[in-house]
């Protein structure tokens, strides 16, 4: 059964820091990009980050460049985003994602919430 679980979510102040953790469980996780996503309230779901299966390519929103880094534990099967210099804009539920060419898991979000 393919799991795909967020953690690290919560409330931080505007400047601060939080670090996003994905575990995942089901699938070969070397075969499969990683990206995250968030979606704000009333707005549609954006891209953030991704990583190749092997680490060697990441890339970000335009957005979060420069603030956030993508990285992954391959021998832990997690993927991370670290996010610093957090903005209001930011808040939002983030996704997991794991692509390849045949097949796309989604986790089920953590809540992000940074304050003025």
């Known amino acids: 059964q393919v799991q795909l679980v967020e953690s690290g979510g919560g409330l931080v102040q505007a400047g601060g820091s939080l670090r996003l953790s994905c575990a995942t469980s089901?699938?070969?996780?070397?075969?499969?990009?990683m990206k995250w996503y968030r979606q704000a309230p009333g707005k549609e779901r954006e891209f953030v980050a991704t990583i190749t299966g092997s680490a060697d390519y990441t890339n970000y929103a335009d957005s979060v460049k420069g603030r956030f880094t993508i990285s992954r534990d391959n021998l832990k099967n997690t993927v991370y985003l670290q996010m610093n210099s957090l903005r209001p804009e930011d808040t939002a539920v983030y996704y997991c994602?794991?692509?390849?060419?045949?097949?796309?898991?989604w986790g089920q979000g953590t809540q992000v919430t940074v304050s003025s």
């Open positions: 089901g699938f070969i996780f070397t075969y499969y990009t």
């Open positions: 994602n794991a692509f390849s060419v045949s097949r796309t898991y």
